[in-house]
């Protein structure tokens, strides 16, 4: 039996990509480019906004000292506690869910990075 030729089928996807490999290539470095820059820009607002929880932390911090320093009973000592506690909760689940959001844009930007790596620049 003839087993049927499988070379000219691969010489038509050849031909159905575009003629000029360079414009290929620079189109996919162009591409990876910004999506590299995204990636960095993503890391740079999650900086900034972890520095400004740092400092919103801090100035929680110091205004628990006070207001423990200036109370007058245990029992205000504490309720002082107990709000800070609520407040530091209420903190911690909006950091979990920037977290997520975080992760999330960052898996994002990377699987756009790796697809267009292996597909856009003509690589394999």
Do not use: C
């Not at 010489?11 to 480019?33: E, H, R, W, Y």
């Amino acid at each position: 039996m003839a087993q049927p030729d499988t070379r000219g089928d691969s010489t038509k996807a050849k031909s159905a990509k575009p003629s000029d490999p360079f414009q290929v290539g620079t189109q996919g470095l162009a591409s990876l480019i910004e999506i590299q820059r995204e990636l960095v820009g993503t890391f740079e607002q999650i900086r900034r906004e972890q520095l400004a929880r740092a400092m919103e932390e801090t100035s929680l911090i110091a205004e628990l000292a006070g207001k423990v320093s200036s109370a007058k009973s245990v029992p205000d000592i504490v309720a002082i506690y107990q709000e800070w506690i609520t407040r530091h909760m209420k903190m911690f689940a909006e950091d979990s869910r920037r977290l997520l959001d975080d992760s999330q844009k960052v898996a994002s930007v990377t699987a756009r990075l790796l697809s267009n790596r292996d597909g856009g620049t003509g690589s394999t």
